[in-house]
């Protein structure tokens, strides 16, 4: 027996080294000398971005506005460096633009969005604004343009900085050199591989965009020359990387929705959403009409407007456009976690208040558990509340949640938690949006209410 633990020990050891040695083999990240801290590139780019932004006229759809946003912080979570809170507006221009200002805010012009033939397309120019905000290119050109002006007389503050580019924010970041485009590229390489597109098809997508006719084409590349060795310098990032991800992503329905609202938009539409409110053209109110589920567990009701999708243990039910590039942002999931024995209190475990009968521990360190498990992959979750329930007759925990939502802003999650009798748990994770938490909350207590286990 300890023969054997030598050698699965053995064998897990030589998995770490050798992923260690493939992390190790990326390109590492190199990012530009700046005056600026990357908090200060932040604040400097929110300013850059409030003054470039009087000249833009925004799309006003929520599906528009969750989907780009949904799609951009997919790109950059696997983004390298420091960890910018990241925003990506779509402004209203036939012609293909895009800037991307220190600290993460990124615009895109309707005309790139519409561009995009496949959402792989359009993850590739994400990549490279986000891959130009990592490497920090505009707030070296800033800081080298501002020195240049007042003799390097010490550190800038963002009013005078703000002074100095005198109401030009978006010609401040004129022009990408050969060799910050070539980094860029690299590092969206990097990006794209994380997250499941193709980057062989990166030099491509910006040869044809740029070989785009008028008004279609020209001026994105002005500040954004194609390096000529560009396919050459993928590849050998790749040959880096290793083998592209099983199972890569293509394109997306949530591509063709969006690019119908901008035209719906653009032709001022009946269907039009303003002021952020739900109308016809964005998710559905959920239906006061209720239908039945029944699964291999458990059944419930769900408004007669939502659809259900099965996906091995998990169900979502959520109405139409629910889902946003894959993320669910108005909806419900029910799934089953298996928790570990004998972990106790550790982590990010939180207090619940009052007292509860024997057994009912276990219930919390299993739901305490399953929140740690949430937090691994959301940095910026946290947990509000927790109170006592039944569901179906079985001692239940509420825990709300508050997230950062994939298409902006923040989202209250309310989780709901029941321990089975084999030991697992039985949770459901209604989701929404913070502006629209008073509709749905109600619709998750009444999933929850009818809940019916076999």
Do not use: C
């Amino acid at each position: 027996m300890f023969a054997k633990k030598v050698k699965i020990l053995a064998f897990l050891g030589a998995l770490l080294l050798i992923s260690s040695t493939l992390l190790a083999d990326r390109t590492p990240l190199r990012t530009e000398w700046t005056v600026f801290t990357a908090q200060e590139d932040s604040a400097l780019g929110r300013a850059m971005a409030q003054e470039a932004g009087r000249n833009l006229t925004f799309s006003k759809d929520t599906f528009v506005h969750g989907y780009i946003n949904a799609l951009g912080n997919q790109l950059a979570k696997n983004a390298p460096g420091y960890k910018y809170d990241y925003n990506f507006e779509v402004f209203m221009d036939p012609s293909i633009k895009a800037m991307a200002f220190p600290g993460g805010v990124i615009y895109v012009s309707s005309g790139l969005l519409q561009s995009a033939r496949t959402e792989s397309e359009l993850a590739m120019i994400l990549a490279h604004e986000i891959a130009h905000v990592v490497a920090r290119h505009g707030s070296s050109q800033i800081s080298r343009t501002y020195a240049d002006q007042n003799n390097n007389s010490g550190q800038p503050s963002i009013a005078n900085v703000m002074a100095a580019l005198n109401g030009q924010a978006d010609s401040a970041i004129a022009r990408y050199s050969s060799d910050e485009e070539q980094q860029a590229n690299l590092i969206a390489t990097q990006m794209l591989y994380d997250a499941r597109f193709d980057p062989r098809q990166l030099p491509t997508t910006f040869q044809r965009l740029a070989n785009q006719s008028g008004r279609f084409g020209g001026e994105f590349f002005v500040n954004h020359p194609v390096p000529n060795n560009s396919i050459a310098q993928v590849r050998r990032e790749l040959q880096n990387l290793g083998p592209l991800p099983a199972n890569l992503r293509g394109t997306s329905p949530d591509l063709q929705t969006a690019q119908r609202h901008l035209r719906d938009e653009g032709a001022n539409a009946p269907g039009r959403i303003s002021d952020n409110r739900v109308t016809d053209n964005s998710v559905p109110l959920p239906s006061s009409r209720m239908r039945s589920y029944q699964g291999l567990d458990f059944e419930f009701r769900y408004p007669d407007n939502w659809t259900v999708t099965e996906n091995g243990d998990s169900v979502t039910v959520a109405p139409d456009r629910g889902m946003v590039s894959g993320s669910l942002v108005w909806g419900l999931r029910a799934a089953t976690f298996q928790p570990q024995q004998d972990r106790g209190f550790f982590g990010n475990s939180f207090n619940v208040g009052g007292q509860f009968p024997a057994g009912e521990a276990s219930l919390t360190s299993a739901t305490n558990q399953l929140v740690d498990d949430f937090r691994r992959s959301n940095r910026n979750m946290t947990v509000m509340r927790t109170v006592s329930r039944r569901i179906a007759g079985e001692p239940a925990l509420v825990t709300e949640l508050s997230n950062d939502s994939p298409i902006g802003g923040r989202e209250v999650d309310r989780l709901y938690t029941v321990l089975r009798r084999d030991g697992v748990l039985q949770y459901f994770l209604g989701v929404a949006p913070q502006r629209d938490a008073g509709r749905y909350t109600p619709v998750f207590d009444q999933i929850i209410n009818s809940i019916r286990f076999y």
